[in-house]
């Protein structure tokens, strides 16, 4: 039960962050409740380097890993993965118990095969995120998941805890040299994204499924609302009814992010992608004949298109 707590505490705290900073789920959440609806979270995503590396405090992998030390004590439990070849990326996705009791998401977690990529392009990342590593922070981190794993006897409430726990989805590196970020952009788009971000939100989901409101029956209807409010959505619907799931998203905002010019500073402003907003509609499926169920999973085909939606392109300015 209170890891339940802790679990819907830390996600609404984060969504708090992500829908201050991605306005279109904001402009969502006011179309559902102005038409008398409710706003549900399918699922959460997030991004990761399969990395590991030395550091002060021992070996440290930056991977799916990573974020699993806080996903097992909150009581998630995995459901599947995917591989992604030509992307070099590798997923897995996961549930909690008490899903429907605490209206807890799904999470989807990625993570860039660093191994696969060239030299060059792994020597970049390396350097990156071991150059100025948050040791400190990642401390903090471990001393939060700590309490966390003792929660049924740890006296803290669990809204501050999750407000601790909030340390482990941040960049936990300084930011990147700019010809680091070009070459590792080049190769690796979620690559120079993790590099710029780390492990902050990399989109909330509106479930349509929990919407609840005559006005928007279906993805299509909903997507159509948020077009008419002047967000620039997704041209293509993923998936079917047949397998299960269909998935869309507005366009990926842009922020001013920071990035060293030189080894030394100093650091400069530019403009990059941060996050898009999916919305996603869930259908029953047989996986057992004459038993339809209603499909919990993902897809690869579907979440290879959305990882393209935070591709940034012409946005490094021009070197003066």
């Known amino acids: ?46 991004r990761s380097l399969a990395l590991s590396i030395e550091t002060a405090i ?89 309490d966390l794993r003792a929660i049924d006897t740890h006296p803290t409430e669990p809204h501050i805890l999750a407000q601790r726990l909030k340390c482990l989805f941040v960049r936990p590196w300084m930011p990147p040299l700019r010809s680091h970020l070009e070459t590792v952009n080049a190769v690796s788009q979620y690559g120079a994204w993790v590099l710029l971000h780390g492990y902050a939100v990399n989109h909330f989901t509106g479930y349509v499924n929990r919407q609840n409101t005559p006005a928007y029956p279906d993805i299509e209807t909903t997507a159509q609302a948020l077009r008419n409010r002047g967000v620039p959505m997704k041209a293509e619907i993923e998936g079917s009814a047949q397998v299960g799931l269909r998935q869309t998203a507005t366009q ?5 992010v920071t990035i060293r010019s030189r080894p030394e500073g100093p650091f400069v402003q530019i403009p990059w992608t941060y996050a898009y907003y999916e919305i996603a ?26 990882f393209e939606m935070t591709r940034s392109q012409g946005t490094i300015t021009p070197r003066g």
């Open 1 to 46: 039960m209170k890891q339940a707590l802790v679990a819907q505490a830390l996600w609404h705290q984060l969504w708090l962050d992500y829908s201050h900073r991605v306005p279109y789920a904001r402009i969502y959440e006011g179309v559902i409740s102005e038409a008398g609806g409710t706003v549900a979270n399918d699922h959460i995503a997030f």
């Open 252 to 256: 990926a905002i842009q922020e001013s």
């Open 58 to 146: 021992g070996t440290v992998n930056l991977g799916i890993r990573h974020l699993e030390q806080v996903l097992d004590g909150l009581g998630y439990v995995q459901m599947g993965q995917l591989a992604f070849p030509t992307q070099h990326l590798y997923a897995r996705h996961y549930r909690h118990p008490q899903q429907d009791e605490f209206d807890l998401p799904k999470l989807f977690i990625s993570e860039l095969i660093v191994d696969q990529l060239p030299p060059e392009v792994r020597s970049h990342l390396e350097e990156t995120v071991q150059w100025g590593l948050d040791i400190e922070g990642l401390l903090e981190c471990q001393s939060a998941i700590t």
């Open 281 to 306: 509609q869930r259908f029953a499926i047989a996986p057992t004949p004459g038993h339809p169920e209603l499909f919990q999973g993902f897809l690869g085909p579907n979440a290879a298109q959305l």
